[in-house]
């Protein structure tokens, strides 16, 4: 049973330039967050997919935007990138029903802004 | 919104048990977490509490008090392996049946010889 993947694990961009990080859902979940996790905090909360429409959503700007496909998996797309967006970003899955409450991460995104 | 606040480092012996605290204010309290992290990987999760008590699960413990917003971290028998950043979260109900967890800075953990 495949858990959380994510894609790229690593990558350099630099500022003003634009990304796209993807993230496939543990089988049989259908709720998708991202999370951002600088260097040495802890992960903060980005915003959650569940049935292709963003459910929640943390205090990022506009510049983070989503999208969920009808498979479930995700992608997270940064516009005009500064270097404080440099970090680990995570994508975490988890079942909308039972709402345990459980989240399962992948191995994140590393993301470099230069 | 929510503040969560944990110690930043602990150190430990190897074999020995460590409690690593954490305090939280929240507006809408749905549930505490606790997660694992070891350096250049994914959190995994550790245990789950949303009644007030103690939640054994092998080495680990977790216990929550809902009414002083507290919650510790209890492991036994310290391993090397152990060594690990410790994240703290907790689950915010917003109505919105949704997962969003607040976590805290996270407490890092040396296990020494």
């Known amino acids: 049973d495949a858990g959380v993947t994510q894609s790229p694990t690593h990558l350099i961009k630099t500022r003003g330039q634009q990304v796209t990080l993807r993230c496939s859902p543990k089988?049989?979940?259908?709720?998708v967050s991202w999370y951002q996790q600088a260097l040495g905090q802890g992960p903060q909360f980005i915003f959650q997919?569940?049935?292709?429409?963003?459910?929640q959503r943390g205090n990022f700007p506009d510049r983070f935007s989503g999208h969920q496909f009808p498979n479930y998996s995700s992608e997270l797309n940064v516009n005009a990138l500064l270097l404080g967006d440099s970090a680990l970003y995570l994508c975490?899955?988890?079942?909308?029903?039972?709402?345990?409450?459980?989240?399962?991460f992948g191995e994140g995104s590393r993301l470099t802004v230069l | 919104g929510q503040n969560i606040d944990q110690p930043t480092e602990m150190t430990a012996t190897e074999g020995a048990i460590v409690q690593i605290n954490c305090t939280y204010q929240t507006s809408g309290f749905n549930g505490l977490f606790w997660y694992q992290q070891h350096a250049g990987e994914a959190p995994t999760f550790l245990s789950y509490n949303v009644l007030d008590g103690l939640e054994e699960k092998g080495r680990f413990s977790s216990f929550l008090s809902r009414s002083k917003g507290y919650s510790y971290l209890l492991l036994k028998e310290l391993q090397m392996k152990d060594s690990a950043s410790y994240l703290c979260a907790v689950r915010d109900w917003n109505g919105n049946a949704g997962n969003m967890l607040t976590f805290g800075g996270g407490t890092r953990l040396m296990v020494k010889p």
């Open positions: 089988s049989g979940h259908d709720t």
């Open positions: 997919y569940y049935e292709e429409e963003e459910r």
């Open positions: 975490a899955s988890s079942p909308g029903e039972p709402n345990t409450g459980e989240l399962f």
